[in-house]
């Protein structure tokens, strides 16, 4: 097996196509914002935005989001320097954290979430 991307379903395909489009400048490789499916060249894998109910129409699953399934799964990017995004973000992001250090885990970091509600980390080895 070969992991090739991850998938993030959500209610709000609009609003968070344009999130990781316009907000976190992500290169959009296929999709825009009206296709329901979309995938983001990030590093050297792929991000894929899918509309939930339209994944969920094909497994024949229907669920409602709950608080906790909100902090199943992180996202988690590298950048050169926590504090810089940290501060060209802050104003179009609410952070959960502001940039601190976790020196039991040898980084520095700050968190975020997506118009979904996915978490989202940022971070740099200290």
């Known amino acids: 097996m ?3 991307h991850t ?3 959500v209610d709000n395909y609009e609003e968070c196509f ?3 489009k316009e907000v976190l ?13 979309a995938q983001f060249k990030v590093g ?3 991000l894929a935005l899918f509309n939930k109910s339209e994944m969920l129409a094909d497994l024949k699953v ?3 989001i709950t608080q906790a399934m909100l902090n199943e799964v992180v996202l988690i990017f590298a950048v050169d320097d926590v504090d810089e995004v940290y501060k060209r973000l802050k104003l179009k992001i609410n ?4 940039p601190h250090n976790r020196e039991d885990w040898g980084i520095r970091v ?3 979430r997506d118009p979904n509600g996915t978490l989202i980390e940022i971070y740099k080895n200290i």
């Open 7 to 9: 998938r993030l379903l």
């Open 110 to 112: 700050a968190h975020f």
């Open 25 to 37: 400048n992500f290169e959009c490789t296929w999709g825009n914002e009206t296709s329901q499916y």
């Open 62 to 64: 229907q669920t409602g």
């Open 2 to 4: 070969r992991l090739t």
């Open 95 to 98: 952070f959960v954290t502001e």
């Open 44 to 46: 050297e894998t792929l």
């Open 18 to 20: 344009r999130f990781y």
